[in-house]
């Protein structure tokens, strides 16, 4: 696969790229711009024409295009420089011959290379790092040193630096083109407070930085170039190495971002301390992704410096308009590896990301502006839930046509692109629906729960739950399993590797039964998709509960969980795995009509009503006396003034590791006129400031 990525300009002063170079594990290959005129379709003048750009494979004359490439880049004086694993080479841009070449000692290979102005450091094996300098047409060794692991990764920073330009987020095609723009529906921020700082500031020297990860200490090095000194000195904890690092100068302060191969970005901030020297202060990690990220530093003209982070989920780090925090936005580009800026005369904002199996180039919106996207259906959606593992969305749908069948749609988590379907019987409706693995099978399965509506019935006395196996690598889907039930499955949950479901008035649990899965990987659990399972897996009755009008919502913690009924409100139940029976725990005995339900804990519950009411529930478990123990306490009401439908575990914004609102336990809840809001828990100590300063206010 694709190793690395460059963009090369014709000259040092050039605007735009000439060259893109794409390495690969044993070969370099090079593209070159060409602009040709074609007609322009949209001009009023018959003679109307634009430009368009398109690549074509060449060779530059002065590189070595059978090694692959560690970096590329234009250097200081007009010169292009190739790294590969043997040598640096300094080829010039007058002509793209060879002028001169380094190679390391006998018997040792490069590993890391990084220039920047008319510097280069390269990290070679048995861990030797040399500083070489262009000298007038020669590449000349200023400085070496020996160090005491390998490299993992390398940079470098100088006061002069001017890093290519980027922005955001890749959303749709248009006319061949991609266009780059910031979808809102996946922007998520973090906020970061610096703190305060009374004998430290932001580094501004002129002195030429070098950052190096290695492997054994899994740590980060500064030094100084050309002496390699060492300034600072930083361990990034984990069992991960740096696998990339950028200086980028967010807000006037200089900051070290490090991307780990576990998908980590740590984030310091480089300050020169009045007795400490160098320090690299006020650690920030985030986990952005999973797999190992590649970070590209680079200065949008109209808003400033950015951080592009690629990995399987790409992310833009950026700080808002004279504020030290950092904002994070996620790009809908599902797994970029590389992203370099790329200008060409039709296209002076483009910029290119190479994934595991395409190049893609495009042009860029502003940062500021953020777009929400709209998938249109052509039917209308029911319910929706989301399995990571495969990174889909199931979608319940039902048809505007009346002689169509209701469907089962599963879109990309990227594109939203529909990949499969599956179509239900006549007269049915899919009513719930989740993602979840078994106990014995922790194969992501999507479980439905339906309803079949005749006319002649005033209520379903049928219905099915349906176990969808969806396989990612054919983009295929299929009902594995189904149980038919006597009455609407109106809810579905995850009891400790059981499927819970609501069903009519009672509340019956199932368990899968199947051989259990020894292999982990997604892969492997695909490998035989189209072989049946049906005679090996199936859905099995455990037991069920009755007692209820229409359990009408469901929300589990342990063997705990409680159901919301239609009518007779909250009831708190736990299964019993001894005896393979349901019995009830305690029950609010008002007359609340419910329409979502939620658990905080064990202990305390969350609930909405027919009038618009939020309120809250909790176990009198203090209580000497039975009776008072089986009823549950209401202890917070809150007229909402809108109609909750669902209650869902998260939060609006991105929580950091360090910031004190990741500790805080929150809900979201959907109304039915579209509004969506957060419940957050408060600490004793500000739930008790706060009503006191309510009761002051009355």
């Known amino acids: 696969g694709l190793q690395g990525m460059w963009s090369i300009k014709s000259e040092d002063k050039s605007r735009y790229h000439q060259f893109m170079v794409l390495a690969f594990a044993s070969q370099t290959y090079a593209l070159v711009v060409s602009e040709i005129k074609e007609m322009d379709i949209d001009a009023d003048d018959e003679k109307g024409t634009k430009s368009s750009t398109q ?200 900051r070290l971002f490090c991307g780990m191969g576990d998908g980590r970005l740590i984030t310091f901030e480089v300050r020169s301390h009045a007795k400490l020297g160098l320090t690299l202060s006020s650690p920030k990690k985030v986990a952005i992704g999973t797999h190992p990220v590649s970070l590209t530093c680079f200065e949008n003209e109209k808003n400033g410096w950015h951080v592009m982070a690629c990995c399987d989920r790409p992310t833009v780090v950026y700080c808002a308009k004279n504020s030290p925090r950092l904002l994070y936005n996620n790009v809908n580009l599902k797994h970029a590896r590389h992203m370099v800026k790329f200008r060409t005369p039709s296209a002076p904002d483009a910029l290119a990301f190479a994934t595991q199996d395409s190049l893609i180039i495009g042009t860029a919106d502003a940062m500021q502006k953020l777009h929400v996207s709209t998938i249109p259906l052509g039917e209308q959606p029911r319910r929706i839930t989301h399995q990571a593992e495969t990174d889909s969305f199931l979608v319940c749908v039902e048809s505007v046509k009346s002689n169509e069948r209701n469907k089962l749609r599963i879109a990309n988590g990227q594109t939203f692109e529909w990949i499969a379907t599956i179509t239900l019987e006549e007269n049915e409706v899919a009513v719930s629906c989740l993602s979840m693995g078994f106990k014995v099978d922790p194969t992501p399965y999507y479980c439905v729960g339906t309803a079949f509506i005749l006319p002649e019935e005033d209520e379903p006395t049928k219905g099915r739950v349906l176990i969808v196996e969806f396989n990612p690598i054919q983009n295929a889907a299929r009902i594995l399993s189904e149980v038919i039930t006597k009455g609407t499955v109106y809810c579905l949950d995850n009891l400790n590797g059981k499927l819970l479901a609501g069903i009519n008035s009672h509340v019956q649990l199932f368990q899968w039964d199947a051989p259990r899965s020894k292999d982990s990987k997604i892969e492997s659990k695909f490998a035989n998709f189209h072989e049946s399972k049906k005679s090996a897996a199936k859905l099995v009755p455990v037991c069920l509960h009755r007692g209820h009008i229409v359990a009408l919502c469901l929300s589990t913690y342990g063997d705990f969980f409680v159901v919301g009924d239609l009518m007779r409100s909250v009831a708190l139940l736990m299964y019993q795995e001894e005896t393979k029976s349901i019995v009830e725990v305690a029950r609010d005995y008002a007359n609340n009509w419910m329409t979502a339900v939620t658990m905080l804990d064990n202990r305390v519950f969350l609930g909405t009503e027919d009038r618009f009411h939020l309120f809250s529930l909790k176990r009198n478990l203090a209580s000497g006396s039975d009776d008072h123990r089986l009823a549950l306490l209401t202890v917070g009401k809150f007229h909402l003034g809108e109609f909750v439908n669902r209650f869902r575990k998260g939060s609006l914004v991105m929580q950091t590791p360090e910031s004190k609102a990741s500790s805080i336990p929150s809900q979201l809840f959907g109304t039915v006129n579209g509004l969506v809001g957060v419940v957050a828990s408060l600490s004793k100590r500000q739930y008790l400031f706060l009503k006191k300063l309510e009761s002051a206010i009355h």
């Open 55 to 254: 690549l074509a494979p060449t060779e530059i004359a002065g590189f070595d295009h059978l090694s692959t490439t560690l970096f590329a880049g234009n250097m200081k004086g007009d010169f292009i420089l190739q790294v590969t694993p043997f040598e640096a080479r300094l080829v010039a841009c007058v002509d793209l011959k060879l002028r001169s070449t380094w190679r390391p000692p006998k018997n040792t290979r490069i590993l890391k290379a990084y220039g920047q102005e008319d510097i280069l450091l390269l990290a070679t094996t048995a861990n030797h790092l040399a500083v070489i300098k262009i000298d007038q047409n020669n590449l000349k060794e200023l400085n070496s040193t020996q160090l005491t692991s390998e490299v993992s990764s390398l940079v470098l920073w100088t006061s002069q630096t001017h890093l290519a330009p980027s922005s955001v987020s890749v959303s749709e095609e248009t006319n061949g083109e991609m266009v780059l723009e910031e979808d809102k529906n996946q922007t998520v921020a973090g906020v970061m407070e610096l703190d305060g700082k009374t004998d430290t500031a932001p580094y501004s020297g002129s002195t030429c930085l070098a950052a190096v990860g290695l492997w054994d200490s899994k740590g980060v090095i500064i030094l100084e170039i050309p002496t390699l000194k060492v300034r600072a000195r930083e361990s990034l904890g984990g069992l991960s190495i740096a696998r990339s690092l950028a200086f980028c100068p967010l807000d006037s302060i200089l």
